[in-house]
């Protein structure tokens, strides 16, 4: 007989992956690179990681949004190099399975880009 916790667990969606900042990252700076850790171990006992992992990391600006998929390896090193300062957003997901998430959010020291003053402007 099947049950209903064999349809929807109640583990769908938990917040089993946690994401860290690196030691050598304690102070994340404008251009330059950042390193977070990840661990899995959360989510050992509740049928492992399965791929594809999806890493999202969120800016202030959309020139610092970044997307990737990890189909092979399951990554314990992720780094990024910020390019603007201000709150960030990295979250790390699986795609389909218990679809499990870590997430952390960090702020990069230094100054705030000026998009305005940096665009080039077209004679008319």
Do not use: C
């Not at 667990?9 to 390193?35: E, Y």
């Amino acid at each position: 007989m099947t049950w209903i916790d064999d349809f929807s667990p109640t583990l769908v969606g938990a917040d089993r992956i946690k994401i860290s900042l690196d030691p050598r990252s304690l102070t994340p700076k404008a251009f330059d690179t950042t390193f977070f850790l990840i661990d899995y171990s959360g989510a050992a006992l509740d049928g492992g990681i399965v791929l594809p992992l999806e890493l999202i990391i969120q800016a202030p600006t959309s020139a610092g949004f970044v997307r990737s998929q990890y189909k092979r390896l399951l990554p314990t090193q992720v780094a990024y190099a910020p390019i603007s300062s201000g709150p960030h957003l990295i979250r790390l997901a699986e795609v389909g399975h218990n679809r499990f998430f870590g997430s952390l959010r960090f702020t990069v020291a230094g100054d705030p880009i000026d998009l305005g003053s940096n665009r080039r402007r077209v004679p008319r």
